[in-house]
């Protein structure tokens, strides 16, 4: 079948992600309570449990993880000025190559903190700054916020970077997974499993969208414009960027936990009018979608409210792609274990489609 919808490919323990009933189910806690309630250490035990028997607990796991920053960069530091040269998304990419390739803990350690690592540092490159090392003493979300803005965060952005990086930690066997879990069935690594995973990624059917949201939201400029704007964009044929899920049929329930979040970190910091701005372009997307595609589910998509999350904590919109890398890196560890605890190597089949032999003359 083509793009292989429906066909169950692996069991997992993982995730459950429902579309006909927009739920999203992660080791058993629904995807609204992980991104209230968890930070991304929380979200790496939850992840990890079961498939590295040296897991620290959770009072070692903060501390564990800044180690683990701290040498990542150790590691890197010489290597960022050649990087600096590739898109943010690339510089990842080249870097987490660089990275251990093993299958213990260590490695899932050392691939998760580089990834933060070599994040924050691309956007700081950006800037013309130089890259920050790590402070091992923090907390992993507000690492990689100083990190990046070479600012200290408030209580109120780090809560919202630990949600958004527990939302979208992991989700179901998509693409870049898939991809992770087919590298991993052949034994190579982990550092290879994530390598594989970043780059199915990096295509723009699966992990591009955040960014456009943000030109969107830039072009339209103020809520009283978001109607004739939409339906401008709309009568040229044109896709409203941040809506419609190929999975959901209904709304994408990541898109609600990082609503709640963006209010949570505007009501802490002002800058309302960004919030009520994304509020009005979502309702008349909506509004307009249902009315000119009544026979297709397009609800909002995490997508929508990472955009304007991210832009809110300092993350320039290139860097997009990379921030969610950071996350998903935890997913994609967890599923390529899983896969090589299950010792079957993916190996599916094609069917021929092509010419016949011809005969002989």
Same mark, same amino acid.
């Given at each position: 079948? /083509? %793009?292989?919808? !429906? ?55 903060? $501390? ?32 987490? /190559?660089?990275?251990? !390739? ?17 994040t924050a540092a691309t956007v700081r490159i950006e800037r013309g700054a130089e890259p920050l090392a790590p402070d091992p003493e923090r907390g992993h979300a507000a690492d990689m916020l100083r990190m990046a803005t070479g600012a200290e965060p408030t209580k109120a952005a780090e809560r919202a970077l630990d949600a958004y990086l527990a939302t979208v930690c992991e989700h179901g066997l998509n693409a870049s997974t898939f991809a992770a879990r087919i590298a991993a069935s052949t034994r190579a690594g982990l550092g290879s499993a994530v390598v594989a995973g970043l780059s199915a990624l990096k295509g723009p ?5 955040? %960014? ?71 309702? $008349? ?14 609800? *909002?998509?995490?997508?929508?409210? *990472? ?9 320039? $919109?290139?860097?997009? *792609?990379?921030?969610?890398? /950071? $996350?998903?890196?935890? %997913? ?17 089949? /094609? ?11």
């Amino acid at each position: 079948m /083509s %793009g292989l919808d !429906d066909v169950v490919a692996a069991e997992t323990v993982l995730s459950d992600v429902d579309g006909e009933n927009g739920r999203l189910i992660v080791r058993g806690i629904a995807v609204e309570g992980l991104a209230r309630h968890s930070s991304f250490e929380g979200a790496a035990l939850l992840l990890f449990e079961g498939f590295f028997a040296d897991l620290p607990d959770a009072r070692a796991m903060s $501390a564990t993880l800044g180690r683990a920053r701290a040498e990542a960069f150790a590691r890197l530091a010489c290597r960022l000025p050649v990087l600096s040269g590739l898109p943010p998304v690339e510089a990842l990419r080249a870097g987490l /190559s660089l990275m251990p !390739d093993g299958d213990d803990l260590a490695t899932a350690f050392a691939l998760t903190a580089a990834s933060a690592v070599l994040t924050a540092a691309t956007v700081r490159i950006e800037r013309g700054a130089e890259p920050l090392a790590p402070d091992p003493e923090r907390g992993h979300a507000a690492d990689m916020l100083r990190m990046a803005t070479g600012a200290e965060p408030t209580k109120a952005a780090e809560r919202a970077l630990d949600a958004y990086l527990a939302t979208v930690c992991e989700h179901g066997l998509n693409a870049s997974t898939f991809a992770a879990r087919i590298a991993a069935s052949t034994r190579a690594g982990l550092g290879s499993a994530v390598v594989a995973g970043l780059s199915a990624l990096k295509g723009p059917l699966h992990g591009g969208a955040p %960014g456009p949201v943000l030109d969107m939201l830039a072009e339209i400029g103020e809520p009283a414009r978001a109607v004739p704007w939409l339906e401008a964009a709309l009568a040229r044929g044109e896709r409203l960027m941040g809506f419609g899920h190929r999975i959901y049929k209904v709304r994408d329930p990541r898109a609600d936990a990082l609503k709640a979040a963006v209010k949570a970190l505007m009501k802490a910091g002002g800058a309302q009018s960004r919030l009520k701005l994304a509020e009005a372009v979502e309702k $008349a997307a909506l509004d307009l979608l249902h009315r000119a595609k009544p026979g297709r589910s397009l609800e *909002t998509n995490v997508e929508f409210y *990472t955009a304007v999350l991210l832009d809110a904590l300092g993350f320039p $919109a290139d860097s997009f *792609t990379s921030v969610f890398a /950071s $996350a998903r890196v935890l %997913g994609w560890i967890a599923h390529a274990r899983e896969q090589e605890v299950s010792g079957r190597l993916i190996r599916p089949r /094609s069917r021929y489609v092509g010419p016949e032999p011809r005969q002989a003359a």
